[in-house]
């Protein structure tokens, strides 16, 4: 377990990352307690409300009083953006106290919000690029062999919006994300380092947790409220219930999914964050 012995407040805020059930949150209470410190959530799903088993919020009654931003902060129904959360933060940390804690592990927003982020054009939805996720990452490698080494095939979203890119700019997509000098005065990064299988364990425990706690239940409720369309269904563990509830897999199939998706998650996250900057690792 991590030590927070050396884990001094030197900055104004500070930045926890780690992927998903490495202990971060109970990492951030434990340092927020004793630095009277707010949090921040970095999770581009907890900011949805009602969607709260699925995408694992602490209850309040397990936050010890902490307050917590961007937490149910926006509808179901409403897409959530990385300049938005760099828009919320700003803000936030324009009326909060002096002791910030940024905790989560969506690697796109903590990487703009550290390393810089420039908006960028879309295509219209019927002319943004199409086809199997290997002849997509095919089509990236030949114009940005670099990205596309960095890039698993599996993650189609991310391959799409990189051949958008070129396909506005018509130069490598690697080439337009700006970069700013990371500001040591104003942030320290700590992250949680823990074995793949230790990793792969508190993964399945959790996934287990979720289903006893009602995430079924939640789902369909969910569905029914906001329809299958909503962009905060896009998390892991709604889809696969949704396939669940639709008869399209067994319940066994349904949870064995979800492991496996979430974990396969955790380690494109781990892949991110070893490429960040000045970050104190701490082992979990």
């Keep these: 377990m991590y030590s927070l012995n050396f884990l001094i407040m030197k900055k104004k805020i500070t930045v926890i990352i780690g992927p998903t059930a490495s202990g971060k949150s109970n990492l951030a209470i434990e340092y927020a307690k004793n630095h009277g410190a707010d949090i921040i959530s970095a999770d581009a799903f907890q900011v949805y409300k009602e969607f709260d088993i699925g995408t694992g919020k602490l209850p309040i009654d397990e936050r010890d009083g902490i307050r917590h931003h961007l937490i149910d902060h926006i509808s179901p129904m409403m897409a959530y953006s990385v300049q938005q959360f760099l828009n919320d933060v700003a803000d936030i940390m324009a009326t909060t106290?002096?002791?910030?804690?940024?905790?989560?592990?969506?690697?796109?927003?903590?990487?703009?919000?550290?390393?810089?982020?420039?908006?960028?054009?879309?295509?219209?939805?019927?002319?943004?690029?199409?086809g199997a996720p290997e002849s997509l990452w095919k089509r990236l490698h030949d114009v940005d062999p670099n990205l596309a080494n960095k890039t698993p095939y599996q993650n189609q979203s991310r391959v799409?919006?990189?051949?958008?890119?070129?396909?506005?700019?018509?130069?490598?997509?690697?080439?337009?994300?700006?970069?700013?000098?990371?500001d040591s005065s104003k942030y320290q990064v700590i992250g949680i380092s823990i074995e793949k299988e230790a990793l792969k364990d508190q993964i399945n425990q959790r996934v287990d947790d979720m289903i006893q706690k009602g995430l079924v239940d939640e789902v369909n409720y969910l569905m029914k409220k906001y329809g299958i369309n909503a962009p905060a269904f896009k998390a892991i563990g709604y889809k696969e219930v949704i396939q669940y509830l639709s008869n399209s897999m067994d319940k066994d199939t349904m949870i064995h999914t979800i492991k496996q998706h979430t974990f396969q998650y955790a380690k494109r996250q781990m892949t991110w964050f070893k490429r960040f900057d000045h970050v104190q690792w701490v082992s979990n």
């Design 97 to 130: 106290p002096p002791s910030i804690i940024i905790c989560g592990g969506s690697a796109m927003y903590l990487k703009a919000l550290l390393y810089g982020y420039q908006p960028l054009k879309r295509l219209p939805t019927h002319d943004r690029p199409n």
């Design 160 to 182: 799409q919006r990189y051949l958008e890119l070129y396909m506005i700019y018509n130069v490598p997509p690697s080439s337009l994300f700006s970069s700013q000098e990371f």
